[in-house]
């Protein structure tokens, strides 16, 4: 890992990857049948 300060394209993937596993929690709490 470099040590330089995050460039704009890696801060928006990373920002990007939080957002999916943000998704990919809701998604698994409110799609998770009920009858499970």
Known sequence: M???PP???E???ISVRQGLMREAIVSRLTKTPKHA
Do not use: H
Request: charged share 35%; hydrophobic share 10%.
């Open 2 to 4: 470099s040590r330089s």
């Open 7 to 9: 460039s704009c394209r």
């Open 11 to 13: 801060r928006m993937t």
